[in-house]
């Protein structure tokens, strides 16, 4: 018998203003994707957050697209869905870590992603995963793109040292600074 696992979940931000998200989806598994996207748009709708959609070719393509997108500024948050079966070759390994490490550097230069790819060892484990009324990996992934929105933007509010508007010194590196100066 399985043991039930209790998980601890944060409190669904609202967003101030709302947010808009972008789904990117590899529905290389239909069936999966599909669950993956509903449980995804029912946290988003929860949140109030505007949502967008997009099919790509496989996993290795969600990070180019959420790349291409953020470069044009046009969403708060991101939702990479997908997923990846082990099969009888290495390409899973490289599909895995390649997918997942785009994601990670996007992340690190400062776009919110929530990363919803599966990777699993079979079609059952997927299923249980993608289920929008059990794992809700797709949803996790999407509370996760919220949330790091509105840390974002709570940071973007505040100056670097907690006083937002209190003036602040001027370092700069080449060239001449502008105002007055010194004798």
């Given at each position: 018998m399985a043991a039930s696992i209790e998980h601890y979940q944060l409190p669904l931000p609202r967003i101030e203003g709302g947010a808009r998200l972008l789904i990117v989806v590899a529905p290389y598994y239909r069936q999966i994707a599909d669950g993956l996207i509903a449980g995804a748009r029912k946290v988003a709708a929860e949140a109030g957050a505007a949502v967008d959609l997009v099919e790509v070719p496989g996993a290795l393509e969600v990070p180019t697209v959420i790349g291409l997108a953020a470069a044009r500024g046009l969403y708060d948050g991101y939702v990479a869905l997908g997923c990846v079966i082990r099969g009888e070759t290495t390409h899973y390994d490289t599909v895995c870590n390649d997918s997942s490490r785009g994601i990670t550097l996007l992340g690190l230069q400062g776009h919110c992603i929530g990363n919803g790819i599966l990777t699993v060892e079979n079609y059952r484990q997927a299923e249980v995963r993608a289920d929008p009324d059990g794992q809700n990996k797709g949803g996790g992934a999407a509370a996760a793109a919220l949330h790091l929105v509105a840390l974002k933007r709570r940071w973007q509010a505040q100056s670097p040292r907690g006083?937002?508007?209190?003036?602040?010194?001027?370092?700069?590196?080449?060239?001449?600074?502008?105002?007055?100066?010194?004798?």
């Amino acid at each position: 018998m399985a043991a039930s696992i209790e998980h601890y979940q944060l409190p669904l931000p609202r967003i101030e203003g709302g947010a808009r998200l972008l789904i990117v989806v590899a529905p290389y598994y239909r069936q999966i994707a599909d669950g993956l996207i509903a449980g995804a748009r029912k946290v988003a709708a929860e949140a109030g957050a505007a949502v967008d959609l997009v099919e790509v070719p496989g996993a290795l393509e969600v990070p180019t697209v959420i790349g291409l997108a953020a470069a044009r500024g046009l969403y708060d948050g991101y939702v990479a869905l997908g997923c990846v079966i082990r099969g009888e070759t290495t390409h899973y390994d490289t599909v895995c870590n390649d997918s997942s490490r785009g994601i990670t550097l996007l992340g690190l230069q400062g776009h919110c992603i929530g990363n919803g790819i599966l990777t699993v060892e079979n079609y059952r484990q997927a299923e249980v995963r993608a289920d929008p009324d059990g794992q809700n990996k797709g949803g996790g992934a999407a509370a996760a793109a919220l949330h790091l929105v509105a840390l974002k933007r709570r940071w973007q509010a505040q100056s670097p040292r907690g006083d937002a508007g209190a003036p602040r010194d001027v370092i700069k590196l080449a060239g001449e600074i502008d105002g007055p100066r010194g004798a």
